[in-house]
């Protein structure tokens, strides 16, 4: 089993910056792919980045430019750097880990962005 909690979620204005971080554990070892997803209420999760070792970082492309996701595999952290924040930016952004046979879920942290 892997746990993810999240955070660094908040209110911002639109063009300013967050910067959301995702500690795992457990079992760690088993994760192959880890990144984060967005949801705004009635919509179904979306990418927004992804990263898989030995592999470039995937983006969605409405955060390609702005969005940074990197990783500190020796703090089993992922962090998702965002600049240039939009008011469409707002959602519930999820941590989430895929393993071999298994797929994790944080608990989300709410990111808001006023114009």
């Known amino acids: 089993q892997v746990q993810l909690v999240e955070s660094g979620g908040g209110l911002v204005l639109a063009g300013g910056s967050l910067k959301l971080s995702c500690v795992a554990s457990?079992?760690?070892?088993?994760?192959?792919?880890i990144g984060w997803y967005r949801q705004t209420p009635g919509k179904q999760p979306e990418l927004v980045a992804s990263?898989?070792?030995?592999?470039?970082?995937t983006y969605a492309d409405s955060v390609k430019g702005r969005f940074t996701i990197s990783g500190d595999n020796a703090k089993n952290t992922v962090y998702l750097q965002m600049s240039s924040l939009k008011p469409e930016d707002t959602a519930v952004y999820y941590c989430?880990?895929?393993?071999?046979?298994?797929?994790?879920w944080g608990q989300g942290t709410q990111v808001t962005v006023s114009s």
């Open positions: 990263i898989r070792s030995g592999s470039a970082p």
């Open positions: 457990g079992d760690t070892f088993t994760i192959n792919e």
């Open positions: 989430n880990a895929r393993a071999i046979y298994n797929a994790y």
